[in-house]
């Protein structure tokens, strides 16, 4: 392996390691985000915390139709 070849290899690990690093700062923005979101919608509407994750879409979607 040449000089030329082993730069090569180390910049493309170094994009692939910088890659990895910005998925993870993307997730865990994410996590976050999600759950700040949660907290907020638990503090605006506290029923919702006895209402099961497979129904709370239509909950929610109920509880916003009224309101128009």
Same mark, same amino acid.
């Given at each position: 392996?040449?000089?030329?070849?082993?730069?090569?290899?180390?910049?493309?690990?170094? #994009?692939? @390691?910088? !890659? %990895?690093?910005?998925?993870?700062?993307?997730?865990?923005?994410?996590? &976050?985000? /999600?759950?700040?979101?949660?907290?907020?919608?638990?503090?605006? #509407?506290? @029923?919702? !915390? %006895?209402?099961?994750?497979?129904?709370?879409?239509?909950?929610?979607? &109920?509880? /916003?139709?009224?309101?128009?």
């Amino acid at each position: 392996m040449t000089d030329t070849e082993k730069k090569l290899l180390q910049a493309q690990h170094r #994009l692939e @390691e910088a !890659q %990895a690093r910005n998925r993870v700062k993307e997730r865990k923005a994410r996590t &976050r985000r /999600l759950i700040q979101e949660g907290a907020i919608l638990e503090k605006v #509407l506290p @029923e919702v !915390q %006895a209402v099961e994750l497979s129904e709370l879409e239509g909950y929610l979607s &109920r509880k /916003l139709e009224k309101q128009d």
